[in-house]
């Protein structure tokens, strides 16, 4: 898993000095249905075998597990339970976090909805969904799955894409 540093470096802080500020300050990123879907992926809802996306992870962890956004920690879902579940402090929407390894180098996580509260203000998933840095996999039939859900994009694109609001 590995992307060069500098594309990471410039899509980190586009999200953490211009998305981040641009959700909160129209209330909270739940209501933009991109983002959702983008904390959501998951290869299986897409019949597809194991496949990540970078920019899943770098939102995980900036919004839910740094808490740069509106999450925080709560309870979790059972006692026995070991997933972390967060809250959106803006609109109390609830969702569980999923962590899955194949290998020490080759993990996913995704966000799981437990409770939407969020009003819809962002426009909905358009396709192809571009993304600056995109998919990592270990059998390349997988990544066919996805050839015309994403397309590879620049920072701005992706920015431009991910702050769409509804009525735009
Ligand atoms: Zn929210």
């Not at 470096?9 to 909160?24: H, K, T």
């Not at 972390?84 to 996913?108: G, L």
């Not at 966000?111 to 009003?119: E, H, L």
């Amino acid at each position: 898993m590995a992307v060069p540093k500098e594309l990471r470096d410039e899509l980190l802080q586009a999200i953490r000095s211009d998305l981040l500020p641009f959700y909160l300050q129209l209330g909270c990123p739940c209501a933009f249905p991109r983002f959702r879907s983008l904390v959501e992926f998951y290869h299986e809802n897409f019949q597809a075998g194991p496949v990540g996306c970078y920019e899943t992870e770098l939102l995980i962890n900036e919004c839910f597990r740094q808490g740069r956004a509106c999450y925080r920690p709560v309870n979790s879902v059972k006692a026995d339970d070991p997933r972390k579940m967060y809250e959106c402090s803006v609109c109390s929407s609830r969702y569980v976090e999923n962590y899955q390894d194949y290998s020490i180098v080759f993990y996913v996580s995704f966000m799981q909805t437990v409770a939407d509260r969020a009003i819809k203000a962002g426009a909905d998933v358009a396709e192809p969904f571009p993304l600056p840095m995109g998919l990592y996999w270990l059998d390349q039939s997988d990544a066919d799955v996805f050839r015309s859900y994403f397309q590879q994009s620049s920072v701005a694109d992706f920015m431009r894409y991910m702050k769409e609001t509804r009525h735009a």
